[in-house]
C-alpha cells in the first residue's frame, strides 16, 4: 500500500497491492503512460520506471518529490503556509478555528490561499503549488488555458496523515531511477526501441466516471488507445490496463467487448462519491487487464 501526499484524483492507492499482484516477477522496468502521481510504478520494487503524463505540472511535482528530502519538502512547506498565513492545525491544534457546518477551515484560509494562488501563478515555484494542492478543493490540480492554478479553496490543511504520506511517498521514491516524459500517449517516442522485459501500465481517464482530467477524454481517445495496446500485444510486449467498467448504472461497452480477449480480473470495491452537497457510496466494477 502506498499513499501519495498529493492525494490526486483516479491514484491507485486503494487497489495497488492487487494491481502489484499481477506484475510478473523478470520484470526490467516499467512504462507508465498515464502516471499522474505513479502510484503504481513507486509502490511496485522494479528500479527503472519511465513516467509520463500529458500533464506537466504533475510530473514536476514528481521531480519535487524525486530530488528532495520529506524533512525538506515539508520544511518549505511549512515555511510556505506561515509566509501566506494558512492555517496549520498540525502546531496550533484546532482550537483557534472552530469550524460552521460543512466549510472545514475554507474560510479561515480563503484569502491567504488566494494570495498564495497568485504568487504561485506569477512564479511558478513548486513548492507553492504542492502547498496549494494541500489546501485546495477536493486537491484538485486544475489550471485554465493561460496555464493559471484556478481550483478553489478547500476545507482541510498539512494534517498529520498528510505528512506521513509525504514521508512514506519520498521514501518510496527515492532511489527509483525515473526518466520522465510528457508526450500524448500516442506519440511514438513512447513505444520506440523499448526491451520486451518492460511491462506497461496503462491508467487512462475513464470514461464513465469523473475527474479534471477527463474533459479531454472521448470515444476517440478510448478507441486510439485499444488499438495502440492491441498493437504492442502483438508485437509481444506484456502490459496491464485498469479501469472501470461499470459506474453509477452506465457501462463503458467498448472496453467490455474489447477486454474479453484478455486476462481480466475484477476489482470490485465500492467507490466513495463526495462533494460538498452529498456524499454516496455506489457499486464500481474495476478492472485490471492484462495480456499475462
Ligand atoms: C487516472 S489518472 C492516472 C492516475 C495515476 N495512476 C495515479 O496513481 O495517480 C489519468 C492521467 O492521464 C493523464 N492524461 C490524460 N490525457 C492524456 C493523454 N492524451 N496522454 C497522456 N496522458 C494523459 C491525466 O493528466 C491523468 O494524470
Not at 54 to 83: C, G, K, M, P, V
Not at 91 to 98: H, R
Not at 119 to 132: E, G, P, R, T
Not at 133 to 144: E, V
Request: charge should be negative.
Amino acid at each position: 500500500m502506498l499513499y501519495s501526499p498529493l492525494n490526486y484524483q483516479g491514484n491507485k492507492s486503494r487497489i495497488v497491492d492487487c494491481l502489484l499482484s499481477l506484475l510478473p516477477q523478470d520484470v526490467s522496468s516499467i512504462r507508465e503512460i498515464f502516471c499522474g502521481s505513479a502510484v503504481f510504478s513507486f509502490a511496485s520494487d522494479v528500479n527503472k520506471v519511465f513516467l509520463n503524463d500529458i500533464n506537466i505540472h504533475i510530473t514536476d511535482l514528481i521531480r519535487f518529490f524525486h530530488d528532495n528530502s520529506a524533512d525538506e519538502i515539508i520544511e518549505q512547506a511549512d515555511n510556505i503556509i506561515r509566509h501566506y498565513g494558512l492555517t496549520n492545525t498540525f502546531y496550533e491544534g484546532k482550537q483557534p478555528y472552530p469550524e460552521h457546518r460543512h466549510e472545514g477551515l475554507s474560510n479561515y484560509n480563503k484569502a491567504a490561499f488566494n494570495r498564495l494562488k497568485a504568487a504561485y501563478n506569477s512564479d511558478k515555484d513548486i513548492a507553492k503549488l504542492f502547498v496549494l494542492s494541500i489546501y485546495s478543493f477536493n486537491h484538485y490540480l486544475r489550471f485554465n488555458s493561460n496555464d493559471e492554478f484556478n481550483v478553489p479553496v478547500g476545507k482541510v490543511d498539512f494534517v498529520k496523515t498528510l505528512r506521513e504520506k509525504t514521508r512514506s511517498y519520498c521514501r518510496a521514491i527515492r532511489n527509483k531511477e525515473i526518466i520522465i516524459s510528457n508526450y500524448d500517449f500516442r506519440s511514438d517516442e513512447l513505444y520506440c526501441g523499448v526491451e520486451k522485459s518492460t511491462v506497461y501500465y496503462f491508467d487512462p481517464p475513464y470514461l464513465i466516471t469523473q475527474a479534471p482530467y477527463n474533459l479531454f477524454w472521448t470515444e476517440r481517445e478510448e478507441i486510439d488507445l485499444l488499438n495502440l495496446i492491441d498493437k504492442l500485444n502483438a508485437s509481444g510486449y506484456r502490459f496491464i490496463l485498469s479501469n472501470v467498467i461499470e459506474s453509477n448504472g452506465k457501462r463503458n461497452d467498448l472496453l467490455y467487448e474489447w477486454m474479453e480477449k484478455y486476462n481480466v480480473k475484477h476489482i470490485h470495491r465500492q467507490y466513495l462519491n463526495s462533494s460538498y452537497q452529498k456524499k454516496n457510496i455506489s457499486n464500481a466494477d474495476e478492472v485490471a487487464i492484462s495480456n499475462f
